[in-house]
């Protein structure tokens, strides 16, 4: 009976794969290529990265702008003890 289990067992593991398989080759066959999107989404990167070289430009400008500041200060007092 053991013997019997084991073979129930295989022949429900392969019908779990071919369902997988005939699942897998069905969402291939129904995908389309849509160059409206995939240009829509070049697009949309394009302007992602646009942002972030402009924050990345505000960011390091207020820092420089701020440690300039600082530095500015220190070389006042620096100034004024003498």
């Not at 995939?38 to 990345?56: G, I």
């Amino acid at each position: 009976m053991n013997n019997m289990s084991n073979i129930m067992i295989s022949i429900a593991g392969a019908f779990l794969c071919i369902a997988y398989l005939i699942l897998l080759v069905i969402r291939i066959r129904d995908f389309e290529y849509n160059p409206e999107t995939q240009e829509s989404r070049k697009q949309e990167l394009e302007k992602l990265m646009q942002d972030q070289e402009t924050l990345r430009n505000s960011l390091c400008n207020g820092a420089m702008q701020l440690w300039g500041d600082q530095s500015q200060l220190k070389l006042e007092e620096a100034n004024q003890l003498q």
